[in-house]
């Protein structure tokens, strides 16, 4: 089975602050991970996503995350929050890449104070 | 391509009544899959099909819950004798076998009154 946390389910940062979101997974084999940003009303868009290779993965809008087997985490970070930012994140989980199914954490709201 | 597509955006309906959301995948992409949101939560895997097969369907929350892709291209979510506890976002999502994850359309809020 597997499963996936997300350390604080709502994180607050200033315009131009480093954003730090925390997820951690639990696999039972080599996970496939994901993040996934919702703004209001709308669908999931993929912001980036971690397969195999380097484990330090850029996806857009200039976030990245870093997966760290031995730590069972997949933070995302930012070095520079902008307002546009302010939404929903939620990190994933999967054993193959386009594979049969999905696990999502809760989700962190980010808010970013001017 | 204009992405996964999802109708209708908002659906109201009485308790005990059927809805039928639908969903228009990516074209060249052969899964699809459902998945409900609940306020405050993830998305919550439901089922999925790859062209018109539905490979896995053990997730769907009850037997009131019905999918279908008969050509292999858009799908349909039925929902019968709605109750108020089904009041959520429905979400469809579609990707090809190339590995390129998926593709998540704008969602069907329902609400059940």
């Known amino acids: 089975a597997q499963s996936v946390t997300q350390l604080g389910s709502h994180v607050s940062v200033s315009e131009g602050a480093l954003v730090l979101l925390r997820c951690n997974y639990s696999s039972s084999v080599p996970p496939y991970l994901f993040w996934y940003v919702q703004y209001p009303n709308q669908g999931l868009q993929l912001l980036l996503k971690?397969?195999?290779?380097?484990?330090l993965v850029k996806g857009i809008n200039g976030f990245e995350a870093e997966f760290k087997k031995s730590e069972t985490s997949f933070h995302l970070t930012k070095p520079s929050a902008h307002m546009s930012d302010a939404a929903e994140y939620f990190c994933a989980v999967s054993h193959n890449n386009a594979g049969n199914m999905l696990t999502f954490g809760g989700g962190t709201r980010l808010m970013v104070k001017p | 391509d204009t992405g996964v597509s999802q109708n209708p955006r908002h659906k109201i309906t009485k308790r005990g009544q059927n809805v039928t959301f639908r969903c228009d995948p990516i074209s060249e992409h052969n899964r699809l899959y459902w998945y409900r949101q609940t306020l405050g939560q993830g998305p919550e895997f439901l089922t999925y099909?790859?062209?018109?097969?539905?490979?896995?369907k053990s997730r769907l929350l009850s037997d009131r819950f019905s999918a279908e892709r008969p050509k292999g291209s858009f799908s349909t979510l039925e929902i019968q004798r709605t109750e108020q506890g089904d009041s959520a976002m429905y979400l469809c999502a579609s990707s090809s076998t190339l590995g390129d994850g998926y593709t998540f359309g704008s969602g069907t809020r329902l609400t059940v009154v």
């Open positions: 099909f790859q062209n018109e097969a539905q490979l896995e």
């Open positions: 971690y397969t195999t290779g380097a484990t």
